[in-house]
């Protein structure tokens, strides 16, 4: 499975762990702490994308992703990610957006590349994945550098 080589969770995963995740993002709704929201792609759930929290006496969220093989290539998780920069930054009033990708991870790191965010440094062996740890690129974009929000 592709996504193991990038998410400690994705060899593993089972239907209990599917159930347990979904559940707890009704929680994350309730909380006020973002929203995963499933990306659709031919009547089949493609991939996930949300955010993985909200600060919001900081004005902060992150956003993480993951896609299925077959539904990549075609600029999908980019519009879809966009979508969820809007709502934070105009909707939610949110000042800083960043999103977190492996640094081998060419596919996960061309989005916020191509959203115009500002890659601003690598956390060294940040996440073990598979028993080997993998750097972590750390990307943002502001408020104010977000086209939609000028």
Not at 57 to 85: D, F, K, P
Not at 102 to 122: D, M, V
Request: charged residues 20%.
């Amino acid at each position: 499975m592709e996504l193991a080589q990038w998410l400690p969770w994705a060899a593993a995963q089972t239907p209990a762990d599917t159930l347990g995740f979904i559940r707890r993002t009704q929680d994350q709704v309730a909380a006020n702490d973002g929203f995963q929201t499933a990306v659709v792609c031919d009547g089949n759930i493609a991939g996930i994308v949300g955010h993985v929290g909200v600060n919001w006496q900081h004005r902060s969220t992150s956003i993480g992703y993951w896609l299925g093989t077959e539904y990549q290539g075609r600029g999908t998780m980019t519009e879809a990610v966009r979508a969820l920069v809007d709502h934070a930054l105009t909707i939610w009033e949110l000042n800083r957006v960043e999103i977190r990708a492996a640094a081998e991870n060419r596919r996960s790191r061309a989005i916020p590349e191509r959203l115009g965010f500002h890659q601003e440094g690598t956390l060294r062996k940040a996440e073990r994945v598979g028993g080997r740890y993998l750097d972590s690129v750390i990307y943002a974009v502001l408020r104010t550098e977000w086209p939609a929000s000028t």
